[in-house]
C-alpha cells in the first residue's frame, strides 16, 4: 500500500525509569506504522494533556469507585484482555504472534497507568492498523471474483469461539468467508456480482478511509475504556469529541426514529431510545444495536453506513415526519458478521408529550362478567427539572401525569389497573419513589448504599392517603431496568399488587458524570468525562436488584437468555448481595395462597390456549435460531434459514378468542398483537373478581 511506510525488522524503544521497553522476540516482530496524511508522516502517539489526565481517572476510580479494587495485576490482565477486545472482537485482524509479543505486557499495565504511560495503548493500536490495513488490500483482492455460491461451506459467526489466526493464511481463510456470508445478504436480496462487489468494495474504502483518520483521541479513549470496563460496565470515559457525540444534539434526532446515536469505532450504535418515538413502539431497536444500513421508503436501495461518521449517518435517518426509513440491524448480542435484520419504521416528531404516561381502559370478558381495565403504560421515569426549579405550578413527571390519568381512569370506573413497565429503562430515582407512592403507604422505598458504605432510606415523604387502593399488577420484560425495578420491586415487596411478564434487566448501580477539567488546570485544553458507577440499589427487604433484577410472580415465556440479555450476562457487573432490611408493613393485599392460584390458572392458560401454545413454541424455535452461530455459505441453505427466521419473527404474535373482548376492534388488535398485555389482564381480571385491594 503505497500510503504506508512499514519499518521492518526489530524496534528498540528507549525509555525514562519506569517505563516500558519493547524488543524483538522470536514469536513476533512489531512494525511501526506511519501514515502518510498529505505530504507529512503522521504517527499516533499521547497527546501532552493524556499523562495528567490519566492519573485523574486512575486516582477517582481508586478512591470513588463502588467496587473497591486495586489496580494490581490481576486487573491489568482483565485490562489486556478488554483492550484487545474492544479493537478486534471478532478476532479478525490480529494474529497469534502480535498477541504472544505483547502478553509480556499484560502483568505491567497497572505500573503504567498511575504514571499515564501510555506507551502499551499505542502500540498496540500501531499493529491493529497495520493488519487492518493489510486485511482492505486482501479484500479488495476477493471483490474481483465472485464466489461459489453452490458450495457446502460454513463460517462460524461467533468469533469468540475461535482461536487467533496462527498466520496470514488462516486469517486470509476467514475473510474468504467473511466476503461470501457478507456478499449472500445481498444475493439473497436479489442483487448480482457487479452491484455487491461495487458495495462491498465502497464499504471497505470508508473503513479504509476511517483508519487513516483515527486520531490520538480515539486510541486514548479505546485504551482508557478497556481499564475503566474493568470496575463494571457501566463506568465509561468520553473523550471531548464523544462527549459531545453521547446524546447527539437532539435537533438531529426530533424529527426521525427517536433514538440517540453514538459511534464505536467504525460502527452507528443506538446509545438510547426516546420514550414514545417510532424506534420505541417498534418494540424492537435496543440499546447497543448496530445500525449497518439505511434505506429510504419502502422501495429504496440500502446504503451501507459502515465506516460513516456520525453526523452523516443521522442525516440519512432523519427525516420529514410520516416519511418510511428502513435499517439493517445487527443485534447488540450477535456477532458483527451475523445475518442483519431489516427494521420498517416511520418517522415522526418526537414530542414531549408522545413520551409521557399514557391511559387506555380495555373492557376483558370471562364469561358473563365484563371487567374494565385500565392500563397506563410509563416508557421512563421522566421529570422536567428545568421547570421544576422555575415553579411552574404543572410540570411534568411522571408521577404527576399518572396520577392525573388514574384519576381519569377511576372516573370512568375501572375494576383493576395494570401499571405497563415493559421497556423502561429507568430515569429519575425520585420518580421512582413518588410514583410508589401513589399505590403504598407511606414508608421506605428503596435503599441506597453509597461507596462509603453509608446507606441511605429513601422513602415517601407523601402523608396523604394511598391514591389508588384496588386491585394492581405490574408488567414487566427484561428491559424494565434501574427505577422500573425500584417500582416493581417495592409493589412487590410491599405485597401490594402482582408482578407479571418478565425478569427484569437486574441493573441495581448509580452513575454519575464527571468532568475530569475540574480536577486539573489546564483551562485551554479540553478534556472528557467519566461516568462512574457510585453507589447501588437496594429493596427495602435489603436485597440488591444488581445482576437478578426482579422476579414476576408469574413468570412469562420469554425470548431472551438472561445469559445474554440482561445485567448477568456482562463479565464485570457488580454482584448480587443483600444489606439489612429496613422497617416497613407490608399491606398484604397478595399472599402466597392467591399467587398459588394465579400461577395454577396461568398453568391451565398455557395447557389450553393455542395461542400461547404457539407463543411458547416460537420463542423455543427463535433461540434455537439465535444459537446456531455456524451458518451455510450455500445460497439455497441461506434463503431456507432466512425464510425460517421470518416465519418465527412474523409468528411472534397470537391472536384473540373474541369472546373474550368486547367487539371493540382496537383493543382486539391490541391484545392479539400482544400476548403478554392479553394474559397479564386476564390474571388482573381474577384480582378484581376476588376483589384485591
Known amino acids: 500500500m503505497n500510503k504506508l511506510l512499514l519499518i521492518l525488522g526489530s524496534v528498540i524503544m528507549t525509555y525514562g525509569v519506569g517505563e516500558m521497553a519493547m524488543q ?77 509479543y ?49 458450495e457446502e461451506e460454513y463460517f462460524e459467526t461467533d468469533r469468540d469461539k475461535m482461536p487467533w489466526a496462527k498466520n496470514r493464511e488462516e486469517l486470509n481463510d476467514v475473510w474468504k468467508k467473511i466476503i461470501k456470508n457478507q456478499s449472500l ?53 468520553f473523550s471531548p469529541v464523544a462527549k459531545e457525540n453521547f446524546q447527539i444534539d437532539m435537533s438531529l434526532s426530533l424529527e426521525g426514529i427517536g433514538a440517540q446515536l453514538t459511534q464505536q469505532l467504525d460502527y452507528t450504535k443506538v446509545a438510547d431510545i426516546i420514550p414514545g418515538g417510532p424506534a420505541y413502539k417498534s418494540k424492537y431497536l435496543q440499546k447497543d444495536d448496530r445500525i449497518i444500513g439505511v434505506a429510504q421508503g419502502d422501495e429504496g436501495e440500502f446504503v451501507d453506513v459502515i465506516g460513516w461518521r456520525l453526523d452523516e449517518v443521522v442525516q440519512k435517518i432523519r427525516g420529514p415526519k410520516g416519511s418510511v426509513v428502513r435499517l439493517q440491524i445487527i443485534k447488540h448480542d450477535e456477532d458483527i458478521n451475523s445475518l442483519p435484520d431489516t427494521l420498517r419504521l416511520v418517522r415522526d416528531k418526537i414530542k414531549l408529550e408522545k413520551s409521557a404516561a399514557k391511559a387506555e381502559i380495555i373492557p376483558l370478558m370471562d364469561g358473563n362478567d365484563t371487567y374494565n381495565l385500565g392500563v397506563v403504560t410509563v416508557p421512563s421515569f421522566y421529570i422536567n427539572f428545568d421547570e421544576m426549579n422555575r415553579g411552574v405550578k404543572d410540570y411534568k413527571s411522571t408521577t404527576r401525569d399518572v396520577r392525573k390519568l388514574v384519576d381519569s381512569l377511576k372516573n370512568k370506573g375501572i375494576d383493576g389497573l395494570m ?61 424494565s431496568a434501574s427505577a422500573s425495578e425500584i417500582f416493581s420491586g417495592a409493589i412487590q415487596d410491599y405485597k401490594r399488587g402482582i408482578i407479571v411478564g418478565e425478569n427484569t434487566f437486574g441493573k441495581g448501580t448509580v452513575q454519575n458524570l464527571i468532568d475530569i477539567g475540574r480536577y486539573m488546570r489546564q483551562e485551554d485544553v479540553e478534556l472528557g468525562q467519566l461516568k462512574m458507577t457510585l453507589a447501588k440499589f437496594y429493596r427495602v427487604t435489603g436485597s440488591s436488584t444488581q445482576r437478578i433484577g426482579v422476579a414476576p410472580d408469574i413468570q412469562f415465556p ?20 443483600e444489606i439489612a432490611g429496613a422497617k416497613f408493613k407490608p399491606t398484604n393485599q397478595i399472599d402466597g395462597e392467591l399467587i398459588d392460584k394465579l400461577q395454577k390458572l396461568y398453568g391451565k392458560h398455557l395447557d389450553e390456549d393455542q395461542d400461547l401454545k404457539d407463543l411458547v413454541a416460537d420463542i423455543e424455535k427463535a433461540r434455537e435460531i439465535r444459537s446456531q452461530t455456524k451458518v451455510s455459505l450455500n445460497l439455497e441453505d441461506r434463503r431456507a ?34 400476548p403478554y398485555l392479553k394474559e397479564g389482564l386476564r390474571l388482573l381480571a381474577e384480582l378484581a373478581k376476588a376483589k384485591i385491594g
Open 558 to 577: 420469554s425470548p431472551y437468555e438472561d445469559e445474554i440479555f440482561g445485567e448477568s450476562g456482562r463479565p464485570t457487573a457488580l454482584p448480587w448481595d
Open 102 to 150: 505483547f502478553e509480556k505486557y499484560r502483568y505491567t499495565i497497572d505500573d503504567h497507568l498511575p504514571e499515564g504511560n501510555l506507551d502499551f495503548a499505542y502500540q498496540v493500536f500501531s499493529i491493529y492498523r497495520e493488519r487492518s490495513l493489510e486485511r482492505m488490500d486482501y479484500i479488495h483482492e476477493l471483490l474481483n471474483q465472485e464466489p461459489n455460491f453452490n
Open 641 to 674: 434459514m432466512q425464510e425460517e427466521q421470518n416465519d418465527v419473527q412474523d409468528d411472534l404474535s397470537t391472536s384473540l378468542n373474541n369472546s373474550e373482548v368486547l367487539s371493540d376492534e382496537e383493543h382486539t388488535k391490541k391484545l392479539s398483537e400482544d
Open 419 to 479: 401499571i405497563d413497565l415493559r421497556y423502561n429503562g429507568g430515569g429519575s430515582l425520585q420518580e421512582a419513589i413518588e410514583l410508589t407512592g401513589l399505590f403504598v403507604p407511606q414508608g421506605p422505598v428503596v435503599q441506597v448504599r453509597n461507596t462509603d458504605n453509608t446507606v441511605d432510606v429513601m422513602k415517601d415523604e407523601d402523608h396523604g392517603e394511598v391514591f389508588y387502593d384496588g386491585p394492581l399488577a405490574v408488567l414487566t420484560n427484561r428491559y
Open 24 to 100: 524483538e522476540t522470536s514469536s513476533a516482530q512489531v512494525e511501526s506504522v506511519q501514515v502518510f496524511d498529505g505530504d507529512t508522516l503522521k504517527t499516533l502517539e499521547p497527546k501532552p494533556e493524556h499523562a495528567s489526565e490519566t492519573f485523574v481517572i486512575v486516582n477517582l476510580l481508586n478512591r470513588y469507585h463502588y467496587r473497591k479494587v486495586t489496580l494490581n495485576d490481576s486487573l491489568s490482565s482483565v485490562i489486556f484482555d478488554n483492550y484487545f477486545e474492544s479493537l478486534d472482537p471478532n478476532k479478525s485482524y490480529f494474529l497469534q504472534s502480535d498477541i504472544d
Open 185 to 237: 445478504s445481498y444475493k439473497i436480496g436479489g442483487k448480482d456480482w457487479e452491484y455487491i462487489s461495487d458495495a462491498l468494495a465502497k464499504r471497505y474504502q470508508r473503513v479504509e478511509k476511517a483508519l487513516y483518520q483515527y486520531n490520538s483521541e480515539d486510541v486514548y479513549q479505546a485504551f482508557i475504556n478497556a481499564y475503566t470496563s474493568s470496575y463494571d460496565p457501566h463506568t465509561d470515559y
